[in-house]
């Protein structure tokens, strides 16, 4: 861990750090991880494997963990994902209630939960901290009973990438973007690689142009 911690110093890296399953022990372990990487949010996926908390557990178990929060000076990204509803992701970071809390916002998960991204964005973009770009088109299966939902490059799907940028930037509370590539798999390892190299240069270049045209 401190050897990652003076490289990424070094190298003039920041490091976030993300996890997941929302449990009191691995929550704390992480917290220490994210510290000793000078990481200032930490970003969770509520449920694990075989761990799935109601709402209120989900409420109790951060509060109990806001003084660790504001000791740390850092900040929980909660993701939104499929099996809650952008609704309830607002809910629980308004009943807790406080600013070292806020959304991690996926671009596409909360489509597994029958949401589009204008209501997610609506809703949760004034609470988000973080932002996951993660392009993406939508296709309908060769029998028309059915859609496949598959990454793209950014800029290269039906994301409306500099909307929701400048949605987010209004707020003024995201403090990050990631780039995530949902990317098909090809047929060998190596082709696979190769598409994801490729994926992620041309989606690079189109970010750029993103953040040098805002505002």
């Known amino acids: ?24 022990d691995h929550l704390h372990l992480y917290l220490d991880i994210a510290e000793k990487l000078k990481s200032p949010i930490l970003r969770m996926v509520v449920d694990a494997s075989d761990y799935h908390p109601g709402k209120e557990d989900i409420i109790a178990i951060i509060r109990n963990h806001l003084p660790e929060l504001e000791k740390r000076n850092i900040i929980l990204a909660i993701e939104n994902h499929d099996r809650l509803t952008a609704r309830t992701f607002a809910e629980i970071i308004h009943k807790i209630g406080s600013d070292r809390v806020g959304i991690c916002l996926d671009s596409v998960n909360s489509m597994g939960a029958g949401e589009g991204i204008e209501s997610v964005v609506d809703r949760l973009g004034p609470l988000t901290v973080n932002l996951h770009i993660k392009d993406f088109s939508v296709q309908r299966v060769y029998h028309m009973m059915g859609f496949v939902i598959e990454g793209q490059p950014a800029g290269q799907g039906m994301l409306p990438i500099e909307e ?52």
Not at 10 to 24: F, H, K, N
Not at 193 to 214: G, P, T
């Open 1 to 24: 861990m401190d050897q990652l911690s003076e490289f990424a110093r070094q190298s003039g890296i920041a490091i976030e750090v993300g996890t997941r399953g929302l449990i009191p």
């Open 164 to 215: 929701i940028v400048k949605k987010l930037e209004s707020h003024q509370r995201c403090q990050s973007a990631i780039l995530e590539l949902w990317t098909p798999p090809e047929k060998t390892i190596d082709k696979t690689i190769a598409k994801e190299a490729k994926w992620a240069a041309e989606s690079i270049d189109f970010l750029s142009q993103v953040i040098r045209n805002s505002p």
